[in-house]
Nanobody, 121 residues
Framework: QVQLVESGGGLVQPGGSLRLSCAASGSIFSINAMGWYRQAPGKQRELVAVITSGAGTNYADSVKGRFTISRDNAKNTVYLQMNSLNSEDTGVYYC???????????????WGQGTQVTVSS
């Protein structure tokens, strides 16, 4: 019943910016953490950024200082503001979340379908 829907991907020139959004919907009691992974051809999927319910954040070294993750609890949405984009940022970005559907339930992991980000001149 829980869905994660990403948006905001697209084509951007080097040095440009994009903001990705991921909205969780369905049966949600609480969200412990939300984050972003990315995958490019020939590369391993990597964690880009994560934010916890306590607003703690963690970033991959390659994006520190350029990307900012944030969340809007009222909308069950996580954002990834990406600035100073370069070709190494190209890939499919996947949203993931650790969610409690009900107060008495365990935590489940959910994944979005992914959104393409292409950085090219």
């Amino acid at each position: 019943q829980v869905q994660l829907v990403e948006s905001g991907g697209g084509l951007v020139q080097p040095g440009g910016s994009l903001r990705l959004s991921c909205a969780a919907s369905g049966s949600i009691f609480s969200i412990n953490a939300m984050g972003w992974y990315r995958q490019a051809p020939g590369k391993q999927r990597e964690l880009v950024a994560v934010i916890t319910s306590g607003a703690g954040t963690n970033y991959a070294d390659s994006v520190k200082g350029r990307f900012t993750i944030s969340r809007d609890n009222a909308k069950n949405t996580v954002y990834l503001q990406m600035n100073s984009l370069n070709s190494e940022d190209t890939g499919v970005y996947y949203c993931h979340a650790a969610i409690l559907p009900h107060s008495a339930s365990p935590t489940f992991a959910y994944w979005g379908q992914g959104t393409q980000v292409t950085v090219s001149s």
